[in-house]
C-alpha cells in the first residue's frame, strides 16, 4: 500500500501563487510515476502534471503549460506542484495519485493510489 498526503492548498487572489506538497509513505519503491489532478465542482477530475521518478521525465497538461512546475525530491518522497499566474479557473480540489504504469499516464485509471485532496480557490 502508498499512502498520500496532500497539503499546500488554500485561498489566494487571481495572480497569486502556491506550492503544493505530496508526501507519499509506504510500498513507494513500486511506483513509477506521481501525478497532479484536480476536480471543480460539477466537473470530472482532470489531469494536470505527472513526473516519472526515474529520468524525472514531466508531463504537463496544455492548460496549466507555463504556470506550473512539477518536481519531486525521491529522497523525501515528496513531490511538489508550484502553481503561478492562478486564475478563478484553477479552483478546484487538487489531488495527488500514484501509480506503477510505466510511460505516460494522464487518466484516472492510470494511478493506483490517491489522496483525500487539498482545495485551492482563486478568488477574482
Known amino acids: 500500500q502508498v499512502q498520500l498526503l496532500e497539503s499546500g492548498g488554500g485561498l489566494v487572489q487571481a495572480g497569486g501563487s502556491l506550492r503544493l506538497s505530496c508526501a507519499a509513505s509506504?510500498?513507494?519503491?513500486?511506483?513509477?510515476?506521481m501525478a497532479w489532478f484536480r476536480q471543480a465542482p460539477g466537473k470530472e477530475r482532470e489531469f494536470v502534471a505527472a513526473?516519472?521518478?526515474?529520468?524525472?521525465?514531466?508531463h504537463l497538461s496544455d492548460s496549466v503549460k507555463g504556470r506550473f512546475t512539477i518536481s519531486r525530491d525521491n529522497a523525501r518522497n515528496t513531490v511538489y506542484l508550484q502553481v503561478n499566474s492562478l486564475k478563478p479557473e484553477d479552483t478546484a480540489i487538487y489531488y495527488c495519485?500514484?501509480?506503477?504504469?510505466?510511460?505516460?499516464?494522464?487518466?484516472?485509471?492510470?494511478?493506483?493510489?490517491w489522496g483525500q485532496g487539498t482545495q485551492v480557490t482563486v478568488s477574482s
Open positions: 513526473v516519472f521518478y526515474i529520468g524525472g521525465t514531466v
Open positions: 495519485a500514484a501509480g506503477r504504469r510505466i510511460g505516460i499516464g494522464t487518466t484516472t485509471n492510470d494511478y493506483d493510489y
Open positions: 509506504g510500498r513507494t519503491f513500486s511506483m513509477n510515476a
